[in-house]
């Protein structure tokens, strides 16, 4: 059986959970094309980089085969056949866009003068990781009187059981608990309650427990440190603005509890890879949360810090329903593999080579 052609333009790395390309090349003769705008010689000569990419990936794909599949949505003037992929309608929604600054959002840029919205429009796909994600992608483009479900296509993302599996580990005795938060300073991540929550867990609960963020130091760095001031946790709250992938997963392997208290996502890729390295997850009840976690998480309210408080401690205390939650983490990643993603979009794309009558 001969191999799917299919060009990649990824903005993701070679490790990314979007893109498998050792898998990838079992199936598909492929060829990635490199990004190339910042190279100091383009600098020099003042080129447009939107344009000189879009006419780069324009003649290289053609050399290759027509179907290209770009791991995000970049606003150039592309000829179909495409599939793009399309995260989630953050960036449309000024709360969660950037921030605290709302006005940074696609401000000027809805509608017909919206260039990803254009691109989105003549893309022959369009996947996205989620039900929810899709659900919204409908709503957005329904408000700009556009119908696109049909094109769009639910693919999960997945977890690399090869990099993120458990090790035997040990309870931590009371009182030298530790949660890991991971996720970018952006509000919707949801910080301010997670801290508060931890200093409702020792005042409620008794509970003296540390907490590791794993974020950048950006816009909002100071409002999450004047807010660890507030509830005098600078001894119990760590902050990592970088961490090794190694470094990361030993953190899932050995931290007791992993807080993932979003307001909004479209996927939530933390929650598998702490699933699959047996660490119990607490999570928000909203957004796409549910849909991704399954039965291996407790899920509380995000926008309550005593019901984070409440299930922190919850988990931390009961075996059996800490253990419970481990069990169906595991059980919750086999939808999240590596295979399963290939599969789906093996059969994305073969799907529209017949629909097009490509060879």
């Known amino acids: 059986m001969s191999l799917i052609k299919l060009d990649i333009w990824p903005e993701e790395s070679k490790h990314s959970q979007l893109l498998s390309y050792s898998n990838l090349r079992n199936i598909f003769d492929l060829k990635v094309l490199k990004r190339i705008k910042g190279r100091p010689i383009f600098n020099k000569l003042h080129i447009n980089y939107d344009f000189f990419e879009s006419r780069f990936v324009e003649i290289q794909r053609r050399k290759n085969v027509l179907l290209l599949m770009m791991t995000h949505i970049y606003p150039h003037n592309l000829k179909p056949p495409y599939i793009v992929l399309f995260h989630d309608t953050i960036p449309w929604e000024p709360k969660w866009a950037y921030g605290v600054d709302p ?86 991540k949801n910080h301010i309650n997670a801290i508060e929550s931890l200093y409702l867990l020792k005042k409620i609960y008794k509970i003296d427990a540390e ?11 100071q409002e999450i440190r004047n807010t ?19 470094q990361l997963v030993e953190m899932y392997r050995t931290y007791d509890l992993f807080l993932f208290p979003s307001y909004e996502e479209g996927f939530g890729i933390p929650i598998i890879e702490a699933q699959a390295c047996g660490l119990p997850v607490v999570a928000s009840n909203v957004s796409c949360i549910p849909e991704v976690a399954g039965k291996g998480a407790l899920f509380v309210d995000p926008y309550d810090p005593s019901s984070i408080a409440e299930g922190i401690f919850r988990v931390l205390t009961d075996d059996e329903l800490r253990n419970s939650i481990v069990s169906e983490g595991f059980k919750n990643v086999n939808n999240y593999t590596e295979d399963k993603y290939i599969e789906r979009i093996r059969n994305l794309v073969q799907k529209v080579y017949e629909e097009m009558n490509m060879t």
């Open 211 to 221: 907490m590791t963020v794993v974020t950048a130091k950006r816009r909002r760095f």
């Open 228 to 246: 660890i001031d507030i509830y005098s946790l600078n001894e119990k709250i760590k902050w990592l603005t970088f961490v090794e992938l190694q």
């Open 103 to 188: 006005d940074k959002a696609y401000k000027g840029l809805f509608g017909d003068n919206d260039a990803i919205i254009k691109m989105t429009l003549r893309a022959t796909k369009v996947i996205t990781p989620s039900f929810y994600s899709k659900n919204k992608i409908v709503s957005l483009f329904n408000s700009l009187n556009y119908d696109i479900k049909d094109k769009i296509e639910v693919i999960p993302n997945f977890v690399d059981r090869k990099i993120f599996y458990p090790i035997e580990r040990e309870k931590s005795k009371k009182g030298n608990y530790k949660i890991l938060f991971v996720g970018t300073d952006n509000v919707r």
